[in-house]
């Protein structure tokens, strides 16, 4: 099983990056797919979460109207795209998947999202 993550980086306040999570060994379309991010200091939190069927999605409040989670069964790939970004959003930001039968859960190995002028 692998969940690789890829599209972070340095970016301006006010700027937009989309992350990527390629899975692999596991039935993509079997799992609810979402992202975390955890600051230095700070415990992981729930940022976004899409449904094994891509018809539902969840959001955290601080970043509902400004990040976008999707997902494609053809590339078994979830994204997070990321707009209006605020030093805030400064991260590490983890790939999850969670099995809707049996609730197996993976994790990525992160990509680091840095918002600062």
């Known amino acids: 099983v692998q969940l690789v993550e890829s599209g972070g980086g340095l970016v301006q306040p006010g700027g937009s990056l989309r992350l990527s999570c390629a899975a692999s060994g596991f039935v993509f379309s079997s799992y609810d797919m979402s992202w975390y991010r955890q600051a230095p200091g700070k415990e992981r939190e729930l940022v976004a979460t899409?449904?094994?069927?891509?018809?539902?999605?969840n959001y955290a409040e601080a970043v509902k109207g400004r990040f976008t989670i999707s997902r494609s069964s053809a590339e078994n790939t979830v994204y997070l795209q990321m707009n209006t970004l605020k030093p805030e959003d400064t991260a590490m930001y983890y790939c999850?998947?969670?099995?809707?039968?049996?609730?197996?859960?993976?994790w990525g190995q992160g990509t680091q999202v840095t918002v600062s002028s």
């Open positions: 899409v449904n094994s069927a891509g018809g539902a999605t």
């Open positions: 999850h998947a969670m099995g809707v039968r049996y609730r197996a859960v993976y």
